[in-house]
């Protein structure tokens, strides 16, 4: 005989019987339920117990009313999560009703058949169907590239799936219900309707997600390669590679770092070289330039401001560099060109981290790495007391100072060749070559404007450029720029530009020939008195080699 697992029993209020079936036709069972019915006065009845004294325990769901009790009965093994959910929830009818009734979560059940069995009221009115119109119908006649019939029949779920229905896509979800035996008897298809400015405000919610994630897969890509600040210095000559070495020794050290050189050299790569492969690397970079801020919003663009603290302030206060660049880096651009009362109040700031906001009167505190840059002359400016000695001293721990272009001019094909690359990703333009001869012009110019100057010039070149390689002639702007000393290109107007880069050249090699026979063969010196690098020097003299056999010694 089955052994039964669930059952019913009803007493009235006076505790007799009035339908038992199962379980609830069970003597033990029965006196059991009877007792707790009767002290219900003493001991208020629970809506969901456990019976422990009888041969195996059981869980009983009671229903009560005035004039009688439901008890659900079944064994505690097999409890019926549903029942359960009934007895214990005053509200589960309310409950059940929201689910198959919220709008937001309009619902579709279809059968083994995937005919419709239910659909909700709000979902019948989206489709323009009557009340019940859609009952019994295949789902895939009813509702446009639904795959519920895919989910009965195969037993599996999709889950945030998008769905083109009237025009409009939603997210839905269709999941499979199993009985108990873990056949597959219904499935239900789910869909949440907004409004169209909540379905705007959500598409805005998720661009804005998929721009802080390409942000952070930049950010984790930058801290897999520790070297990506380096790789941005380009060039392999002597002057370059000490600069990297310094940077590699000076980055992991917390001190303040000033950055000296002229103009154009690249001395804001650098500090982002250093700040990333520093310890404070997934901490913010702040970059102030000192000499852009009017005289005025100095110490408001550093500091910050309170509510109020002037006409037309913030009227919630604002946040300054200082409190920013909290735990991270503060680049300080043209430090040389800072006034002499805010550099009394810088001083202040290195010296302990502390500053109050203007119009505050609270002590704010930030620990942040200074790294500082300048192409001004601090000697002069110390001597002339422009600049004060205490400050220079904090800011000047170590310094670093960048090359001119002039002193590195070996590296001008590598520079020349990563601006063609960069301007052709950048503007989606077939990417353009240089010539030889080209090169050999651009490393005759003394460049005062240094890296800045030499990429306007490539990228104005390949504007103008026709071609596909860019030659000397595309630089003739340059003609009237200075010269590396001891150039003295010919200019003979009636002949054509090809002669006067040739006459050029020859006059380079006649002056590089008469400097090597006077010095007797010392390159260093010849390199000196022309004012050129030696690695140029060399450059031309396998050229010279070339040209003659046997060439200078």
């Known amino acids: 005989m089955k052994r039964e697992s669930e059952g019913v029993l009803v007493l009235d209020a006076g505790g007799a019987p009035v339908f038992a079936c199962g379980l609830g036709r069970d003597e033990l069972v029965a006196r059991s339920l009877g007792r707790l ?31 009688a009790v439901c008890f659900l009965v079944f064994a505690l093994p097999e409890g019926d999560e549903l029942s359960e959910f009934i007895a214990a929830v005053d509200a589960a009818p309310d409950i059940l009703r929201h689910f198959v009734t919220d709008p937001y979560k309009a619902i579709v059940v279809v059968d083994t058949s995937a005919r419709i069995t ?9 489709f323009g169907l009557k009340h019940g119109e859609s009952f019994g119908r295949p789902v895939t006649s009813v509702i446009e590239n639904t795959k519920l019939q895919e989910v009965v029949a195969t037993g599996k779920g999709q889950v945030a799936q998008l769905q083109e229905m009237n025009g409009v896509t939603r997210v839905v979800s269709r999941l499979p219900v199993f009985d108990r035996g873990g056949r597959v008897v219904a499935a239900i298809g789910q869909v949440m309707f907004k ?92 970059l102030v330039n000192s000499a852009a801020l009017p005289p005025n919003l ?39 060109d800072m006034p002499l009362d805010m550099q009394v109040k810088m001083l202040r700031v290195l010296q302990d981290g502390q500053f109050e906001r203007l119009g505050g009167d609270r002590a704010r505190q930030s620990d942040f790495r200074l790294i500082s840059a300048s192409n ?16 220079f001293y904090r800011i000047s721990t170590v310094t670093l100072r960048l090359p001119a272009l002039r002193e590195r001019l070996e590296d001008i094909p590598e520079l020349v060749e990563a601006f063609l690359e960069a301007f052709a990703l950048r503007h989606g333009a077939p990417r353009k070559s240089i010539s030889e001869s080209a090169i050999r012009f651009l490393q005759s110019s003394a460049w005062p404007g240094n890296i800045r100057q030499l990429q306007h010039a490539v990228e104005r070149a390949a504007i103008f450029c026709d071609g596909r390689t860019l030659s000397a002639a595309d630089f003739e702007d340059l003609e009237g720029t200075d010269k590396i000393p001891g150039w003295r290109p010919a200019r003979e107007p009636d002949r054509p530009k090809a002669d006067m880069r040739e006459t050029r050249e020859r006059v380079e090699s006649e002056m590089i020939v008469e400097a090597m026979r ?28 070339e040209e003659e056999p046997g060439g200078v010694d």
């Open 37 to 67: 019915w009767h002290n219900r006065d003493r001991v208020p009845l629970k809506r969901l117990v456990t019976l422990t004294e009888l041969e195996r325990p059981l869980t009983v769901a009671a229903i009560p009313s005035p004039e």
């Open 298 to 336: 100095v110490e408001s663009e550093l500091f910050g401001y309170e509510a109020g603290a002037f006409t037309g302030a913030d009227r919630k206060g604002r946040k300054g560099k200082f409190e920013a660049a909290d735990s991270g880096t503060l680049f300080l651009d043209e430090i040389g």
């Open 376 to 391: 001004r002359d601090f000697k002069s400016m110390i001597a002339s007391a422009s600049f004060r000695l205490d400050l």
């Open 118 to 126: 239910y659909m909700s009221p709000v979902h019948e009115k989206f």
């Open 195 to 286: 409004g169209p400015e909540a379905m705007r405000a959500l598409t805005g919610e998720l661009a804005q997600v998929k721009q802080e994630l390409a942000f952070y897969r930049r950010e984790l890509s930058g801290l897999r390669n520790r070297s990506y600040g380096l790789d941005q210095i380009i060039g392999r000559s002597d002057a370059v590679r000490r600069l990297k070495e310094d940077i590699l020794r000076v980055a992991p050290l917390d001190v303040p770092v000033l950055l000296t050189g002229e103009s154009g050299t690249g001395k804001e790569m650098v500090a982002h070289a250093i700040h990333m492969l520093s310890p404070r690397s997934d901490k913010p970079l702040v």
């Open 518 to 545: 006077r010095t007797g063969g010392n390159k260093k010196r010849v390199a000196e008195e022309l004012g050129i690098s030696r690695s140029y020097l060399y450059k031309r003299l396998s050229m010279l080699d």
